[in-house]
């Protein structure tokens, strides 16, 4: 994947990244599970992130931004556990789960720089 370098973007490119992964699982019960899991958390990121966008107060940005955190979080366990059952395109599971610590640990840092 190219580089992005804003924050807001590499987030919208990460959760249409696991659609495009998502798309690609064997419909199976459990791949439909993790699937709709990795789909609602990544969007749920993203957004959140722009929310925070708008936040007055550093209190505010700084609640909203943990938000973005927790669900990359929860988009990192559902990819892991894909991982580990070996489902999806390994390839692309790897460049997600590359790319889902990088943000964690963007997004970890804008917080501790806020407080």
Known sequence: MEKIFNFEDRLVRFAGECIFF??????????EYYKNQLIRSSGSASLNFGEAQGT????????????VVKELKESRNSL???????????????????EIEELIAI?????????
């Open 22 to 31: 998502t798309r690609q699982l064997d419909k199976l019960f459990e791949n």
């Open 56 to 67: 007055i107060t550093d209190k505010d940005f700084v609640f909203k931004v943990s938000l």
């Open 80 to 98: 892991k556990i894909l991982d580990y059952i070996k489902e999806g395109d390994e390839g692309k599971r790897n460049l997600l789960l590359t």
């Open 107 to 115: 997004s970890s840092k804008m917080i501790i720089n806020k407080k």
